[in-house]
């Protein structure tokens, strides 16, 4: 266990959820050492930290692990509660912002995975359920400037690394996020002006991972 004081980040480079740690932590302007992470062969540090899920990412503050990258970023907002609250101070709107962050939990990979992953009709009714959840994303959205409404905040970094995904989800899918849910397109051009998400990946290099992965499971 990485006993030294100080931050550090055990996570693998395309994760969307390794990146809502980075994201929290940008935004809080916290130093930390990132560490690269070997899925396949995990390292003594990642079990030792992680012994019940064995999954990045893990935070390490001060020698203790924290997991589940949105009790991370929870975490990360308490700790350093000094600067860029990210979740809001009133109680029902808090409630309400981690609904829709554990909606984004629950929903948005599962089904982005299957919509690269299958073929045929079971594609195509990811493909119809991806636009759904998008288009309910939007619906919540509405016309303000972030989920939390002026303010970026805890449902924008659980969503926003999601979006480096979305032309893998179009090309894979065969369609266009910007013709079925337009208002999370401007969203996420918004959210990428800020420092703590221009760190995203290019969607072109998440396509090429993903790629690989087909390669992998035999799925192309």
Known sequence: MASEKGVTLLDFWVSPFGQRARIALAEKGVQYEYKEQNLVEKSDLLLKSNPVYKKIPVLIHDGKPVCESLVIVQYIDEVWSDKAPLLPSDPYQKAQARFWADYVDKKVFDCGTRLWKLKGEEQEAAKKEMIEILQLLEA?????????????????????????????????????????????????????????????????????????????????
């Open 140 to 220: 919540q959205l509405g016309d303000n400037k972030y989920f939390g409404g002026d303010t970026f905040g805890y449902v924008d970094v659980a969503f926003i690394p999601f979006t480096s995904w979305f032309y893998t989800y179009e090309t894979c899918g065969n369609f266009s996020i910007e013709a079925v849910a337009p208002k999370l397109v401007k969203w996420a051009k918004r959210c990428m002006e800020r420092e703590s998400v221009k760190t995203l990946y290019d969607p072109n290099k998440v396509y090429e991972f993903v790629c690989y992965l087909k390669k992998k499971f035999g799925v192309e």
